[in-house]
């Protein structure tokens, strides 16, 4: 099977990092699959089935066609935003805009603590430090993501890595996690990098804020 999700990702046109995104997996762990030195989960095997319209049974034996039907690409169109020169990012601490949702409701009048600048990425909103450890090891507490804010949760691209706060018994729970396709409606499942962290479900009417991640960097400290 392992050489068969190759041949799916380059059917797509895809990249490593990608399909790893849609699929809630890094890219190192997709590497491993697709050169045999890993097995594609149940959970990763029915995502392409039902989300890319993979045939199963030519992706467990080679058995005919790749694909029932066209797969739907367009929540891979956003890749292709314009990235600009250099701009400013403004860094942003939680602790000190009393949360995720006061500092998207009312930014201009949020002071960062600092801005970043890098050349060739998207257009970003903003950053901010990040705290915990379930997308580990590919962002860890301390390091930084660079996000586009979100008005409509209409415009989630499953699977992709995401900055959200959820209501959790009248408090601002702020996390960064891959949103996934629940099949209860109106629910959506949350998926950690970190093997540790269970999925999670949770309704879309207590996501409060929602942010598409453009990039991440990673704070190393000496010691």
């Known amino acids: 099977m392992n050489e068969r999700i190759k041949l799916i990702r380059k059917q797509l046109g895809m990249t490593q990092e990608q399909l790893a995104q849609h699929l809630g997996i890094g890219k190192a762990a997709l590497s491993m699959i697709e050169t ?8 990763n095997r029915n995502i392409l089935v039902q989300e890319l319209n993979v045939n199963p049974e030519w992706l467990d034996d080679g058995e005919g066609v790749m694909f029932n ?16 020169p250099l701009q400013s990012v403004p860094l942003y601490s939680i602790e000190g805009t009393a949360g995720l949702v006061p500092l998207f409701t009312d930014r201009q009048k949020m002071k960062p603590v600092n801005y970043i600048h890098i050349p060739n990425l998207p257009k970003c909103d903003g950053a901010i ?17 660079l ?5 409509d949760l209409d415009d989630i691209f499953w699977g992709d890595m995401y900055l959200l706060s959820i209501d959790l018994d009248g408090e601002e ?13 109106g629910y959506v499942k949350l ?21 598409l991640v453009k990039a991440s960097i990673r704070m190393n400290s000496l010691r």
């Open 173 to 185: 729970y702020v996390t960064v996690k891959y949103i996934q396709k629940s099949e209860r409606e």
């Open 147 to 151: 996000y586009k804010q979100l008005h």
């Open 191 to 211: 998926v950690s990098q970190n093997p540790h962290h269970a999925d999670k479900e949770v309704e879309m009417t207590r996501i409060r804020a929602l942010a």
């Open 69 to 84: 039907a066209e797969p739907d690409l367009t929540a891979y169109m956003h890749r292709t935003d314009n990235s600009l």
């Open 129 to 145: 430090y990040i705290v915990g450890d379930s997308m580990y090891p590919l962002l860890k507490s301390g390091d930084i993501v």
């Open 36 to 43: 045999g030195k890993a097995r594609l989960s149940n959970r």
